[in-house]
Nanobody, 116 residues
């Protein structure tokens, strides 16, 4: 059974930083795509970043401010959010799936709030 557990959300000021973590169990993250998505109130869930053993990918809205990293020993991925903006406020979700498929597994989410 695959489980993804996010942590690290909270309150940040504009220009500040937060680190989100996602611990995976039931799969080896190096063999899958792991991604971060976010959903603001009243909006659809949107892609933020992705990591595979081949590289990383970011949405235009966070490129240059956010980075994503993986620790294969801890089976954990991280989202480093820097120079945060109020529009980064959302629930952030970790997701996993086959390298060439859809995201099949999702975490419960962690709330991030950025004050101006």
């Amino acid at each position: 059974q695959v489980q993804l557990v996010e942590s690290g959300g909270g309150l940040a000021q504009a220009g500040g930083s937060l680190r989100l973590s996602c611990v995976a169990s039931g799969l080896a993250i190096r063999d899958y795509q792991l991604g971060w998505f976010r959903q603001a109130p009243g909006e659809e869930r949107k892609f933020v970043a992705r990591i595979t053993r081949y590289g990383t990918l970011f949405s235009d809205s966070v490129r240059g401010r956010f980075t994503i990293a993986a620790d294969n020993v801890k089976n954990t991925i991280y989202l480093y959010m820097n120079n945060m903006k109020p529009e980064d406020t959302a629930a952030y979700y970790c997701a996993a799936g086959p390298l060439s498929g859809n995201y099949d597994w999702w975490g419960q989410g962690t709330q991030v709030t950025v004050s101006s």
